[in-house]
């Protein structure tokens, strides 16, 4: 089946700092989807993004679906940004699954 | 909207027990997913369902048993708990329809603990 990686598995930043998460995967996609999980547990879409650019607020994220990754910007931390941040594949042939990577664990510290 | 719901949020149960989770969605999706988490990881999916009346197994599904019938609702039974089964099970659900067909929605979790 499709592998999911993401990079770093941890991170650490001061507010107010830029960052990158990266999310390779093996296979071609239908669905690619980012999401954070709060220090509560809480699972929150972030993007929808099987390919292409798309932004919302301090985020952004892009998908080049030929190279097979998509990165996941965050401007301007802040320590709410604070938790896991999860990668989700649906590989290409209605698989009709997600497939998760094993997420970057993100502190920002004030 | 209440989006997609769990119940309950927390149980403890004892080697050997049973216990059904009940997951609900108000978004008149077709789709319907149920995840473990287990610390360090991210999701694998134990069963899902593509419609009413119909389920299919997932990654994990040994242990597990699941029934869907009402569009709006997916259950997932422990007949026979083990301390392996430990868990946070997430719900979630999807349609296939439309623009950002196939995105999926989730539920806030039932933390688990099999003593």
């Known amino acids: 089946g499709i592998q999911v990686e993401q990079s770093p598995p941890d991170l650490i930043l001061q507010e107010g700092a830029n960052s990158t998460l990266r999310c390779n995967f093996s296979?071609?996609?239908?669905?690619l989807q980012w999401f954070h999980q709060n220090p509560w547990g809480q699972l929150i879409n972030l993007f929808y993004?099987?390919?292409g650019t798309k932004q919302n607020g301090r985020l952004s994220a892009t998908t080049v679906a030929t190279e097979r990754y998509s990165l996941l910007y965050i401007s301007s931390s802040q320590t709410t940004d604070s938790g896991v941040y999860f990668c989700?594949?649906?590989?290409?042939?209605?698989?009709?699954?997600?497939?998760f990577g094993k997420g970057t664990k993100l502190t920002v510290n004030p | 909207n209440a989006g997609v719901t769990q119940t309950p949020k927390f149980r403890v149960l004892k080697t050997g027990q049973s216990m059904t989770l009940l997951c609900a969605q108000d978004?008149?999706?077709?789709?319907m997913y149920w995840y473990r988490q287990d610390p360090g990881m991210g999701l694998r999916l134990i069963h899902y369902s593509v419609g009413e009346g119909t389920t299919a197994k997932g990654e994990v599904p040994d242990g597990y048993n699941v029934s869907r019938l009402k569009k709006q609702n997916f259950l997932l039974g422990l007949e026979s708990a083990a301390p392996s089964q430990t868990s946070v099970y997430f719900c979630a659900s999807s349609s296939r329809f439309g623009l950002g067909g196939g995105e999926q929605f989730f539920g806030p979790g039932t933390r688990l603990t099999v003593l």
């Open positions: 993004i099987p390919s």
């Open positions: 989700a594949v649906e590989e290409e042939g209605g698989s009709e699954k997600l497939v």
């Open positions: 296979d071609s996609v239908n669905n």
């Open positions: 978004m008149n999706h077709e789709y």
